[in-house]
Nanobody
């Protein structure tokens, strides 16, 4: 099992910045991906950004150039630095950890942290 604890959400004005952090504990394997998903009211959960243990990253187009994901394998943490925030970034942000098991993909979620961007 893997436990994920997020921190850093809050209320910010449009154009502002926030930093989300997530600490993983439990059965952590280095060969894994960690990332951030978000879910806005009435919408499906979507991947915002993720990062592999080797540092390769993915971002959705709408956050490219504004958000930066980073990972510390020694501390089992993943962070999301969010800048130039827009009202459409408002959502619950969830930390995600996933690794491939012998026969299936193991996926774990944090409890979520609210990010609200006011116009």
């Amino acid at each position: 099992q893997v436990q994920l604890v997020e921190s850093g959400g809050g209320l910010v004005q449009s154009g502002g910045s926030l930093r989300l952090s997530c600490v993983a504990s439990g059965s952590i394997f280095s060969a894994s991906r960690m990332g951030w998903y978000r879910q806005a009211p009435g919408k499906q959960r979507e991947l915002v950004a993720d990062i592999g243990s080797g540092g390769n990253t993915n971002y959705i187009d709408s956050v490219k150039g504004r958000f930066t994901i980073s990972r510390d394998n020694a501390k089992n943490t993943v962070s999301l630095q969010m800048s130039s925030l827009k009202p459409e970034d408002t959502a619950i942000y969830y930390c995600n950890y996933q690794r491939m098991g012998i026969t299936s993909l193991h996926i774990y979620w944090g409890q979520g942290t609210q990010v609200t961007v006011s116009s």
